[in-house]
């Protein structure tokens, strides 16, 4: 049973930086795609951030310059750094992975930035 485990959220406060990683456990294969999503409350999951295999990154525009996307394919882990953080940056992340054949969501993790 494979489980993505994710990590780094919390209360940070605006112009800070927090660090979310996502790794999964047990076997998988072939992560095609990882990315980051968020869902603030009364809106739409929309997706923050993914990367390929080969590391071809893609940005929602509203964190282009502030957040950057890594992945660490030996560890099955994906990475984001996310600087400048804004009160609108406020929502419940979930990472994905996307591999042959179907997807894998994380549980989510609360990020509230606020002073």
């Known amino acids: 049973q494979v489980q993505l485990v994710e990590s780094g959220g919390g209360l940070v406060q605006p112009g800070r930086s927090l660090r979310l990683s996502c790794a999964a456990s047990?076997?998988?294969?072939?992560?095609?795609?990882m990315g980051w999503y968020r869902q603030a409350p009364g809106k739409q999951r929309e997706l923050v951030a993914a990367?390929?295999?080969?590391?071809?990154?893609n940005y929602a525009d509203s964190v282009k310059g502030r957040f950057a996307i890594s992945r660490d394919n030996a560890k099955n882990t994906v990475y984001l750094q996310m600087n400048s953080l804004k009160p609108e940056d406020t929502a419940v992340y979930y990472c994905h992975f996307r591999v042959v054949g179907g997807d894998y969501w994380g549980q989510g993790t609360q990020v509230t930035v606020s002073s």
């Open positions: 047990g076997s998988i294969f072939s992560i095609y795609l």
């Open positions: 990367i390929t295999s080969g590391g071809i990154t």
